[in-house]
C-alpha cells in the first residue's frame, strides 16, 4: 500500500514537501504519479515520474514549481512544492503503476495503487 503524507496549512508563497511511502512492495520500476483533487472538482494528474530513467512530465498548472523526485532506497517518491498558491489548495494522493510501463501517464486510469490523500490548504 501507499502512504502519503506532509500535507498541512502554509501561507502562498510558502513550501510543502509531501511523501509517498510504500509497504509491502517495493516501488523500483514503477510509474509514480501525484494528484490533486480540489474541492467540487475532478481529481487530476500534476506529476509523474517514470520507473525506469526517471523522467518527469508536469501539470502547467504546477511547472517551475513543483518536483517529483524518488528515492529507491527509502522506497518513497517526493513531491517538493514551492512557491504555492491559493489554488493549490486540493487532497493530494500518490499512485503507482505496475511495470512495464511505456509511459509515465498524467491519467488516473492506469495506477493500480493509491495512496490516501494529504490536504494541503494554501492560504493567501
Known amino acids: 500500500q501507499l502512504q502519503a503524507s506532509g500535507g498541512g496549512l502554509v501561507q502562498a508563497g510558502g513550501s510543502l514537501r509531501l511523501s509517498c511511502a510504500a509497504s509491502?512492495?517495493?516501488?523500483?520500476?514503477?510509474?509514480i504519479g501525484w494528484f490533486h483533487q480540489a474541492p467540487g472538482k475532478e481529481r487530476e494528474g500534476i506529476a509523474v515520474?517514470?520507473?525506469?530513467?526517471?523522467?518527469?512530465r508536469y501539470a502547467d498548472s504546477v511547472k517551475g514549481r513543483f518536483t517529483i523526485s524518488r528515492d529507491n532506497a527509502k522506497n518513497t517518491v517526493y513531491l517538493q512544492m514551492n512557491s504555492l498558491k491559493p489554488e493549490d489548495t486540493a487532497d493530494y494522493y500518490c499512485?503507482?503503476?505496475?511495470?512495464?510501463?511505456?509511459?509515465?501517464?498524467?491519467?488516473?486510469?492506469?495506477?493500480?495503487?493509491w495512496g490516501q490523500g494529504t490536504l494541503v490548504t494554501v492560504s493567501s
Open positions: 499512485a503507482a503503476d505496475t511495470p512495464p510501463v511505456t509511459i509515465a501517464s498524467m491519467c488516473l486510469s492506469p495506477y493500480d495503487y
Open positions: 509491502g512492495f517495493r516501488l523500483v520500476g514503477y510509474a
Open positions: 515520474i517514470s520507473g525506469d530513467d526517471g523522467t518527469t
